[in-house]
């Protein structure tokens, strides 16, 4: 059994910061994928980035620039440091890890942009 726990998110001012964490526990194979969607309400849950076991990252165009995620794969943590924050950014953050077969959800962390 695969678990994820998120933990960061919180209630922020347009133009602030926030770092999301993803914490993985069970059996994870070495070859993965972790990554990081967001769903506001009454929208889709959408990719905001991905990053691989070998360290190669995604985003979406939306947050290039602005968001950074990075790993530590001793302790299989995914982090995701959002910078220069907008009204639209605001969304319950969902830590995604995936691999052949697999794929598992946090519970998701909510993240609100206002002034």
């Known amino acids: 059994q695969v678990q994820l726990v998120e933990s960061g998110g919180g209630l922020v001012q347009p133009g602030g910061s926030l770092k999301l964490s993803c914490a993985a526990s069970?059996?994870?194979?070495?070859?993965?994928?972790m990554g990081w969607y967001r769903q506001a309400p009454g929208k889709q849950r959408e990719l905001v980035a991905t990053i691989t076991s070998g360290g190669n990252t995604n985003y979406a165009d939306s947050v290039k620039g602005r968001f950074t995620i990075s790993r530590d794969n001793a302790k299989i943590t995914v982090y995701l440091q959002m910078n220069s924050l907008k009204p639209e950014d605001t969304a319950v953050y969902y830590c995604?890890?995936?691999?052949?077969?697999?794929?598992?959800w946090g519970q998701g962390t909510q993240v609100t942009v206002s002034s």
């Open positions: 995604n890890a995936r691999w052949i077969g697999y794929a598992y």
């Open positions: 069970g059996s994870i194979p070495s070859i993965y994928i």
